[in-house]
Each structure stands twice: as C-alpha cells, then as structure tokens.
C-alpha cells in the first residue's frame, strides 16, 4: 500500500515549523500583511476564472490555460498560508508528520504543474504568433484538455515517486524546522536515514518538470521573437508582443525566483533570505497573476467593464 503509517515508522510524530519570528508585535505585523495577501490572491484568481467562464468570448485556448493557472495558484497558496498564518498568530508551531508529507507533496507537485503549464501556454503563444492561419486546426479543444489534464497528472504521479520514498524515512532527533511550511530539504535533513537514493530521485524528477519546461519556454519565445521582428509595421509587432508580453512576465518571475531560492548555494545565503526567497513564489507570484493578467489584458478589461455595467435584476 501507497499509503503508509508514518505513526508506526517514525520516532517524530510532529515537526515544530519555527516561522519568522518570536517577537510578538512583529507577528501581528506579518499576520495581518500575509492574510491581506491571501485574500487578494484567492479573490484575484477567483475573479479570473469567473470572468473566463461566464464570457463566451474569452472562451480560447489562451484562458483555458489561464484558467487552469488560477486555479492552481488558489490550491497552491491554501496549501501553505493557512498553516503559516497560525504559526505566526496562534503560535500552533507543530505540525503532524503525516501532515507535513502532505503539505511537501502538494506543494511540490502544484510547483512541477504551474511550470508545465507555463510551458504549455508558451507553446499555445507560439502557435498564435507564428502559424496564425494553422492556429485554429492545431490548438483545439480536445488537444486543450489533453494538454492540461497530462500537466496535472504527470506532476502529480511524478512527485508521488519522492514522497513515498520520503515517507519511508525515519525521522528522530531535532525536530524543528526552519521554516514556515515543509520543504524537502529540511526534512531530509531530520532523517535519521540514508536519504541518497531519495534525493537523487527528487533532484531528477524535480530537474525534468522544471529545465525541460523551461528550454521548451525558451525556443518558444526564440520563435515568438523571431516572428514578431518578421513584422514590418510597428503597431503590429507591438500588437504581437501584447498577446504573449503578461505570459512572459509571469514566467520571468516564477522561474527567477525558483533560481534564486534552490540554485543559490544555501553557504552564501542565510535562512532568512532563504525564507524571504521562498515567499516570492508561494505568496508574490501568486498574488501578482490576476494582477498582470488584469492590467495588461484588453480582453480582461473588457470582461470586466462588461460584467459590471450589468444591473441586478432587482434594479431593472
């Protein structure tokens, strides 16, 4: 059985997630920052996935990869923020191991999922800008769905190898973690195991869901690039580059603060720019979607516009 009791194979029943600070107004401060930060990141992205469904003209590939990409980003930071927000307020620092898993293998397999959708909608820009005419046969609704529902899958099978292997550790000792949310590498830090096989297969799997997604991003925007300079006129080639300019910006930010957080040597960095690091992506990265998405978008805007100009029937 997949499903293991890690009561019964670890001496740890519970890891203590230390969080930021022991300075109790310094909590608050954060408390109040992070739970503001949430509430725009899940109302942001709920307002994206809105407008896409009730808008017939936002019905395209583009938005239903955007609406994946929003939902992803809800999931992903309610993975993490709630529990960091009672380490930070309540102080409930302690966190089950099982559940601690758990929150590792979500994280981990939303993270691998928002880098092959990134990648998928690269190659969805990339068929757009270089075979407009070809657009509409090759991107189609059932290719759509097979795209997006083999990003989720894969990610999801993909981490499940590194989690049952993580899951077979035991973990005695220290049990604190110096962070606000359970990463691999602190946990594999508390086994008492031979944890080489386990990191070799995570630093594998982790290694095709994010450099593969991001050499296909890469010689897409190469091709993109390529065309969009074809384009004699400079309103058009300013047109072209709106269509793909918020895609590439969410990619620079994902992708530049995964780099900066798992490539910089941790020698050279302390935890707390390490913390730091990791907020960029699971909170700013999030929160700045809906953001990019609303103020970069005309077609965004005009769903908007047009949803708000409606008056409740009670008004007619």
């Avoid at 047109?239 to 620079?252: D, E, I, P």
């Avoid at 995964?258 to 700013?284: D, E, F, M, W």
Wanted: charged share 10%.
């Amino acid at each position: 059985m997949l499903i293991l009791s890690w009561e019964n194979q670890s001496t740890t029943v519970e890891f203590v997630l230390r969080g930021f600070s022991s300075i109790r107004q310094l909590n608050i401060f954060l408390f109040m920052m992070f739970l503001a930060f949430y509430i725009l990141i899940v109302s942001g992205n709920i307002l994206i996935i809105l407008l896409v469904l009730f808008n017939h003209h936002l019905h395209t590939p583009m938005y239903f990869f955007l609406v994946n990409l929003s939902f992803l980003e809800i999931w992903y930071t309610s993975n993490i923020v709630p529990k960091m927000l009672l380490i930070i307020i309540a102080e409930q620092k302690t966190i089950s191991v099982a559940g601690c898993l758990a929150q590792f293998y979500f994280f981990g397999s939303l993270a691998a999922t928002e880098c092959l959708l990134l990648a998928v909608m690269s190659y969805d820009r990339y068929l757009a800008i270089c075979q407009p005419l070809h657009y509409p046969f090759l991107m189609t609704g059932p290719l759509c769905i097979k795209l997006g529902a083999s990003s989720w899958l894969c990610c999801f099978l993909l981490t499940a190898i590194t989690m049952v292997l993580l899951s077979r550790q035991t973990f005695c000792g220290p049990n604190e973690i110096d962070h606000f949310f359970c990463d691999f590498t602190p946990l594999v830090h508390l086994s008492c195991m031979d944890t080489s096989l386990t990191e070799t297969i995570a630093y594998a799997t982790s290694s095709a869901v994010t450099l593969v997604p991001f050499l296909l991003i890469a010689a897409s925007y190469t091709c993109i690039l390529a065309a969009i300079l074809r384009i004699p006129s400079g309103t058009g080639r300013q047109k072209a580059f709106s269509t793909c300019s918020s895609h590439l910006t969410m990619v620079t930010m994902f992708y530049g603060t995964l780099i900066s957080t798992y490539l910089v040597p941790s020698a050279n960095s302390s935890q707390l720019l390490r913390k730091g690091s990791s907020l960029l992506y699971t909170i700013l990265t999030p929160m700045f979607n809906p953001i990019i998405y609303s103020l970069r978008n005309r077609d965004i805007h005009e769903a908007l516009k047009k949803c708000l100009s409606k008056k409740p029937d009670f008004l007619r």
